[in-house]
């Protein structure tokens, strides 16, 4: 199957380019850097420091939609909507892993997913997913006499807070007990804010060096308190899921997924 990757030089890219290069069953398709890169007509395995592929890099992504099967976008949200639009064109498979995305952009995927498989998740990884659905199931057994907290922490050079993995643990949560997470979210305090509103859902956020990503989802009700987490020590673990990804559109329907829908843990 043959795969590409948009953004293949960053460091997320380069990994994203090792996983396909060795994955069973899947080819290179090529990559896309901005037009001004100095990589663009370097073969992006070779830039991730893997044998030649023969592929290419080229700043034409419509190019290499049309030649893929599927394609892996972990960029920004602008870029991301123009490779949905993309992928519903050509009929080529997308795995997303681009968080901070806004709710015209998810309009937008939506639309696209109506023309081609599409798979959205804010963390690819097999560990986070099975979190997603413990936290739901938990959630769902729970009375909103517990009060639930989500913190995270991530490099200092991460832009968006709470992470996007933060926010799918946050919906995971608010789908257990049958709400909506935008009116239970609590994402700032600051000063005095007054006691806790029963039901909300609290989110802290925490940078700082290079930690690749720690989510916890705390349940907590007067006399105990009970934890579910979880810590990545490398990105290779987000790398190798959307690959799983890529891999699973093959077979799939037009629409739109997520990993646990990859992975087999939906009902």
């Not at 001004?36 to 190019?63: H, R, Y």
């Not at 939506?110 to 959205?120: D, F, G, N, V």
């Amino acid at each position: 199957m043959k795969i590409g990757i948009v953004g293949c030089t960053g460091r997320m890219g380069r990994m994203l380019v090792q996983a396909v290069v060795n994955t069973e069953g899947a080819e290179l398709a090529g990559g896309t850097e901005r037009e001004n890169s100095p990589f663009i007509g370097q073969d992006p395995a070779v830039v991730a420091g893997e044998v030649p592929s023969g592929a290419l890099i080229t700043a034409n992504a419509d190019k290499l939609f049309a030649k893929a099967d599927a394609v892996i976008d972990f960029t920004a949200p602008a870029a991301t909507i123009e490779h949905a639009k993309l992928a519903a064109k050509h009929g080529t498979g997308l795995v997303i892993g681009t968080t901070g995305l806004s709710a015209d952009d998810q309009a937008i995927i939506a639309e696209a997913a109506k023309s081609t498989t599409i798979i959205q998740a804010p963390n690819m990884s097999l560990g986070v997913n099975l979190a997603f659905a413990i936290t739901e199931k938990v959630a769902s057994m729970l009375s909103d006499d517990w009060d639930i907290e989500i913190v995270e922490m991530h490099h200092k050079h991460k832009v968006d807070a709470p992470s996007g993995t933060a926010l799918g643990l946050g919906r995971a949560a608010a789908k257990g007990r049958g709400v909506d997470l935008d009116t239970v979210a609590d994402k700032v305090r600051d000063g005095f804010t007054g006691e806790r509103k029963k039901g909300d859902i609290g989110f802290a956020t925490l940078r700082g060096g290079d930690v690749v990503g720690d989510h916890t989802v705390m349940f907590a009700i007067e006399g105990e308190r009970f934890e579910i987490t979880h810590k990545a020590s490398s990105r290779v673990i987000f790398a190798r899921g959307a690959v799983t990804g890529a891999l699973w559109t093959k077979s799939a329907d037009a629409g739109l997924y997520d990993m646990q829908d990859v992975l087999g843990l939906k009902d």
